[in-house]
């Protein structure tokens, strides 16, 4: 392995650990770094895919868990209304860029459920 490859692995997993002392950590220890794909793609921590760019955000600002997991489940609700809607960024959300007001977000999830069940009422054949 090329010595500038071992630099950046060592850099990647020194960000992901600095995530897990800022976070804090339950076991006592430190937690071994699932990454998905290549090092410094994603991680999986928590149930929650966090992408590299994101590990060194969150480090380099101090950025609480808490409202990382507000930004992320603010940004599954988009993805599950659809696909199409923008997707902010986590440096976005933290400096506090307009986000889509709850009252919205609900009634899109209301739209969605309402096609999902004329679709489903069309497959049991009642139109």
Known sequence: ??????????????????????????DGE????????????????????ITFDQVRYIVDNNVPRETFVQYYDYIMRIMSISDTLPIMNLKSWHKGAPRISEERLEFLEGLKQKLYDGIEEIKEGAF
Do not use: A
């Open 30 to 49: 430190c937690p071994q770094i699932d990454w998905i794909g290549e090092r410094g793609d994603s991680i999986d921590l928590s149930d929650m895919i």
């Open 1 to 26: 392995m090329k010595e500038i490859t071992k630099q950046y692995n060592t850099i990647c997993d020194d960000y992901v650990f600095s995530l897990y002392d800022l976070w804090g950590h339950d």
